[in-house]
């Protein structure tokens, strides 16, 4: 496609059930990151691929939150065991490659309500 | 650990006049800065970005932003509003490879006719 795309657009789950999101990236981005856009407030990193490996998983708030990029292109974000406070737009972004002065291109988001 | 503060959650301006939306780092080591819009139901789009080389940098729908090192800060302007400025706007920096993005809080811009 032509730009970052993530599936689902919403998703309302019940506390305590598990959740995946999906985010294909730009074709040939090798760099994908995880954000999470919580109400008023900018968006927080998550986690950073540079191809199937995550380069850098500090962002994940426990050991609750896991994400997969097995071949390197689409990934999905895991949370388990979820909890009212994960309800936030989670934003994907790929790059060309992970150098600092390179452009991270977002997708629309999910909405993602635990009730 | 860097940060970025963005000040005033919400600017209105009078179609017409200048936008200055104000951003500001927190970082020994000058960052890399991005400021990047978001459109009601849509996703982050870049407006523009400074790396290195000229300070002022231009961006995209008349935005501009000038990074000033001695009060580090990187503040975005347009000269004259449109309506279809409406959005909100993001001031990001990173510092190191990887390329992981500090956002600041975010500014919601109302542009009155």
């Known amino acids: 496609g032509a730009g970052v795309s993530q599936t689902p657009s919403n998703k309302v789950t019940e506390k305590g059930k598990y959740v995946e999101l999906r985010c294909d990236p730009i074709s040939g981005h090798t760099a994908l990151y995880w954000y999470r856009q919580s109400l008023g407030q900018g968006p927080e990193f998550l986690i950073y691929f540079q191809g199937t490996g995550a380069a850098d998983d500090s962002g994940l708030p426990n050991d609750r939150f896991f994400a997969v990029r097995p071949e390197g292109s689409v990934s999905t974000l895991k949370i388990q065991r979820t909890e009212r406070g994960d309800s936030a737009v989670y934003l994907c972004?790929?790059?060309?490659?992970?150098?600092?002065?390179?452009?991270?291109?977002f997708g629309q988001g999910t909405r993602l309500t635990v009730v | 650990a860097q940060s970025v503060t963005q000040l005033g959650s919400h600017v209105s301006v009078s179609e017409g006049a200048l936008v200055l939306l104000r951003c500001n780092y927190s970082?020994?080591?000058?960052?890399?800065l991005f400021w990047y819009v978001q459109y009601p139901n849509q996703g982050l789009q870049l407006l523009l970005k400074?790396?290195?080389?000229?300070?002022l940098v231009k961006g995209i729908n008349g935005f501009e932003a000038e990074f000033k090192k001695s009060e580090t800060s990187f503040h975005l302007t347009k000269p004259s509003a449109h309506m279809s400025d409406a959005a909100e706007y993001f001031c990001a920096a990173t510092m190191e490879y990887g390329n992981k993005l500090v956002f600041g809080a975010g500014t919601i811009l109302r542009v009155k006719s």
């Open positions: 970082s020994s080591v000058p960052p890399y």
């Open positions: 400074y790396t290195t080389g000229a300070t």
């Open positions: 972004a790929s790059s060309p490659s992970p150098a600092m002065n390179t452009e991270a291109f």
